[in-house]
């Protein structure tokens, strides 16, 4: 399995493909959710992903601060394969690019609330009220670094 960590300029057309596809697949397809997955903020992200000859695994998106949120941020995270550890390791190599890349002293992110014990586990601690966004529970969630 090898991590892959681009900036949106630096995608094949191959790899956006395959990121867009995952996500639609994910977050549209599975969850019944049809809304506006790609959008301008993936310009100003990194994307990084774990895949293999068999493709794409396990993908998320560090955004710089102030795209989203005052702090870096780090969304769509999905694993493909589920249940071979490869959420967390995704999620461990974007927290790594929101310090490397961006010098991030936290990071947040909106978690859809039933995933919110996957953050917990990596340090992220929820803040504020729970929230339907596309109708779907989410909680904003911190990690800090200092």
């Not at 992200?45 to 005052?70: I, N």
């Not at 969304?75 to 959420?87: P, S």
């Amino acid at each position: 399995m090898q991590t892959h960590i681009k900036f949106f300029d630096d995608l094949t057309p191959g790899e956006l493909l395959d990121i867009c596809i995952a996500r639609i697949k994910v977050f549209v397809v599975e969850q019944n959710c049809p809304y506006q997955d790609i959008d301008h903020h993936d310009r100003a992200s990194w994307h990084v992903w774990l895949g293999d000859d068999a493709g794409l695994a396990a993908y998320c998106r560090v955004l710089p601060a102030g795209e989203t949120f005052e702090e870096v941020a780090i969304g769509r995270v999905i694993t493909l394969r589920r249940g071979l550890g490869l959420g967390a390791k995704v999620l461990r190599e974007g927290i790594s690019v929101a310090c490397e890349k961006f010098a991030a002293k936290t990071t947040v992110l909106e978690a859809q609330t039933y995933a919110r014990g996957f953050y917990e586990k990596a340090g992220f601690v929820a803040f504020g009220e729970e929230f339907l966004e596309d109708d779907i529970p989410h909680i904003k969630m911190r990690l800090s670094f200092e």
